[in-house]
């Protein structure tokens, strides 16, 4: 029974580049969120999504951050023309549904993003 | 709004001694209550949950925490450390309304046991 999968588990980029992160959840889960960890500090919630939709994008930055979760494939992360303070390592947790009691999340290993 | 803090980035025990890991939140509304372990280059697993009911929670490999919500803790402890016990403990908050699925983190205590 596969976990959640992220990868790569590890990438740099360079100023200005694009870095996409790719998370695949686990077998039968429909419900993909994203955390972002900076350095010296607790994940954070950056957006939670179901097949085709957003459902809650609360956490993203304003600009250059964008995420789907299409019918078909991993969700992806998509980072445009990164800056220093982007380098992070990025999260993505999946769930088999939201009720009114929370479900519980299952994380990946994580993508560490250093950008040079 | 939510926060979450864990008092000690770093916590040592000697292998057979107690784990006590300190977790404190704040919330305006009932609290929903986790903790995580993170092994290198794992992903977080869940170790224990509160939502509602029974105020002391057993987890898996011999984890509790107790909900005290007069001192607003959720601490962590675990009788005997053992050294797989070795790795990082986040405490994590969300609330019982529409957004209960937002987990607030906090920074995270890093365990070792020592021979």
């Known amino acids: 029974n596969a976990g959640v999968m992220q990868n790569p588990r590890h990438l740099v980029r360079r100023r200005g580049q694009e870095a996409r992160l790719r998370c695949s959840p686990m077998k039968g889960h429909s419900h993909v969120y994203w955390y972002r960890q900076l350095p010296e500090e607790g994940l954070k919630f950056m957006v939670y999504?179901?097949?085709?939709?957003?459902?809650?994008e609360s956490g993203m930055p304003k600009e250059r951050f964008s995420a789907e979760f299409p019918k078909e494939g991993p969700s992806i992360l998509r980072i445009q023309q990164v800056v220093r303070g982007d380098s992070a390592a990025y999260f993505c947790?999946?769930?088999?549904?939201?009720?009114?009691?929370?479900?519980?999340?299952?994380f990946g290993p994580g993508t560490r993003l250093t950008v040079l | 709004a939510q926060s979450v803090t864990q008092l000690g980035s770093h916590v040592s025990v000697s292998e057979g001694a107690l784990v006590l890991l300190r977790c404190n939140y704040s919330s305006s509304v009932p609290p929903y209550l986790f903790w995580y372990v993170q092994y290198p280059n794992q992903g977080l697993q869940l170790l224990l949950k509160?939502?509602?009911?029974?105020?002391l929670v057993k987890g898996i490999n011999g984890f509790e925490a107790e909900f005290k919500k007069s001192e607003t803790s959720f601490h962590l402890t675990k009788p005997s450390a053992h050294m797989s016990d070795a790795a990082e403990y986040f405490c994590?908050?969300?609330?019982?309304?529409?957004?209960?699925?937002?987990?607030?983190f906090g920074k995270g205590t890093l365990l070792t046991v020592n021979p």
């Open positions: 509160y939502t509602t009911g029974a105020t």
């Open positions: 999504l179901q097949k085709e939709n957003i459902i809650d």
């Open positions: 994590a908050v969300s609330y019982s309304g529409g957004s209960n699925y937002k987990l607030t």
């Open positions: 947790a999946s769930s088999l549904q939201t009720s009114g009691r929370t479900d519980t999340q299952y």
